[in-house]
């Protein structure tokens, strides 16, 4: 079994639509929680950031983690073309980063 | 200016050569980090190097090799290459602790290196 799981889609949505993206996980150290997203050919960036249990908000995106089901989401409203990319989860216990497989995201005009 | 630089993007290489990947950074991050990418599997760590005297085996180092020849520079060798060593090749540096404005455990990227070996 996989430390860090998460579909790897392909997801197609139509603009506007809220998409609401998923990774599980195994390892209970896990208190650094993060999305990158990756267009392209490009390096993955890095999109929102928790420590440690709860929400947090930046605009239309919303990272939701639950450590008690190892479960962690990221929403994002209002969806845009702009937003077709790959998303990867990562988390870490404090250096030794994991990454999810990636889930490549489609928003249709 | 990218930050972090990645030479070759591209390179098509054959069973049994030696390869380079080298990478530069300018953000004056002491950690460094290699990963390769595949389809279905994200990211996986190869090596990584947390000052220029420091270096450890990551999630799947067999195979590869490191050397830290500077606090900016960070290259990945493949000593004798296969054909399942095709992939996407990835540096990446991270602060931490975080400078004033920082996230901590954020690691910032490469364009990448496409790797084929046939």
């Known amino acids: 079994q996989k430390e860090v799981e998460q579909d790897p889609g392909p997801l197609s949505v139509p603009e506007g639509a809220i998409v609401s993206l998923n990774c599980t996980y195994s390892?209970?150290?896990?208190?650094?929680f993060m999305w990158y997203r990756q267009y392209s050919r490009k390096g993955p960036e890095l999109l929102m950031y928790?420590?440690?249990?709860g929400n947090k908000e930046d605009g239309r995106f919303t990272a939701q983690v639950d450590k008690s089901s190892k479960y962690i989401s990221l929403f994002i409203r209002d969806s845009q073309p702009s937003d077709s990319a790959t998303y990867l989860c990562?988390?870490?216990?404090?250096?030794?980063?994991?990454f999810g497989a990636g889930t490549r995201l489609t928003v249709k005009p | 200016d990218a930050d972090v630089t990645q030479t070759p993007r591209n390179r098509i290489t054959k069973t049994g050569k030696r390869i380079m990947l080298e990478c530069s950074q300018t953000?004056?991050?002491?950690?460094m980090y290699w990963y390769r990418q595949d389809p279905g599997l994200g990211l996986r760590l190869i090596y990584y190097?947390?000052?220029?005297?420091?270096?450890n085996k990551g999630e799947i180092s067999d195979g590869y090799s490191v050397s830290r020849q500077a606090q900016a520079k960070f290259s990945l060798s493949l000593e004798s290459a296969i054909p399942n060593q095709t992939a996407l090749y990835f540096c990446?540096?991270?602060?931490?602790?975080?400078?004033?404005?920082?996230?901590?455990?954020?690691?910032?990227f490469g364009p990448g290196t496409r790797l084929t070996v046939l």
């Open positions: 990446a540096t991270s602060d931490f602790p975080p400078r004033s404005g920082g996230r901590g455990n954020e690691q910032f």
């Open positions: 390892n209970s150290a896990f208190q650094y």
């Open positions: 928790t420590y440690s249990s």
């Open positions: 990562a988390m870490t216990p404090n250096n030794d980063m994991r």
């Open positions: 953000k004056g991050h002491d950690r």
């Open positions: 190097s947390f000052d220029v005297k420091d270096i």
